[in-house]
């Protein structure tokens, strides 16, 4: 079936950990997203690809980081510059195509701080 | 700027009930898109609807119905008579559109449907 599969669907991080949720696509979609939900928020966009090997900060970059080597995949790293990681992060991906584009959204992985 | 307001934060009714969810929102551009998303308690986002700004016809899709009026600002979303599956987060998005669709998402509204 085609779709966003994330990964793990929990996750905790020890104090001054880096931490690496990932995020797979097989729509043959160009662009990806990151997005952050705290509780009683709405998303905000932390990193976006247009194409591979390219990609732009969003509103809340700050203490995050990317890559996007492959169009299929596009990783997300939570630093320990991240003060205060705990939330629930989606992925999403969307293609450009007969004046349309419409994000689709992974299930979404939970991190937590031990 | 842009920015959405879903000023209702929570919402109960009961099953059978019709209800509204609103949505305002506020940009200068002339040509800007307006969705919804459906976040039941799995957490995954589900898309229900893309609105272009130069359509301001409103549209039912079964139990849903939108009302989108430039006007007003507001692109609200009313389900006739609920049911117990419809208890979600409901997100309404604003997006510029283009190849890369960045969207400003409000801040939700839950539905809870009781039996």
């Known amino acids: 079936d085609g779709g966003i599969t994330q990964s793990p669907k929990y996750l905790f991080r020890k104090e001054g950990q880096n931490v690496t949720l990932s995020c797979e696509q097989n729509?043959?979609?160009?662009?990806m997203y990151w997005y952050r939900q705290d509780p009683g928020q709405g998303l905000r966009l932390i990193y976006y690809s247009q194409i591979v090997n390219d990609f732009q900060k969003g509103d809340i970059a700050e203490g995050y980081s990317v890559s996007r080597e492959k169009k299929e995949s596009f990783p997300l790293t939570v630093t320990s510059a991240q003060k205060n990681p705990t939330a629930f992060y989606l992925c999403?991906?969307?293609?450009?195509?007969?004046?349309?584009?419409?994000?689709?959204f992974g299930a979404g992985t939970r991190l937590s701080v031990l | 700027a842009q920015k959405v307001t879903q000023a209702q934060t929570e919402i109960s009714v009961v099953e059978k009930e019709d209800v509204t969810l609103d949505c305002v929102y506020e940009t200068r551009d002339t040509t800007y898109y307006l969705f919804w998303y459906k976040q039941p308690p799995s957490g995954e986002l589900v898309f229900l609807i893309r609105r272009n700004s130069f359509d301001e016809q409103n549209e039912i899709s079964g139990r849903y119905s939108w009302n989108f009026q430039k006007s007003t600002s507001s692109f609200n979303f009313t389900i006739t008579a609920s049911q117990v599956v419809d208890s979600a987060v409901y997100f309404c998005a604003l997006g510029k559109g283009g190849a890369t669709n960045k969207l400003i998402f409000g801040t939700g509204t839950l539905l809870a449907v009781q039996p």
């Open positions: 729509l043959n979609h160009d662009a």
């Open positions: 999403a991906s969307s293609i450009w195509q007969g004046g349309k584009n419409i994000q689709y």
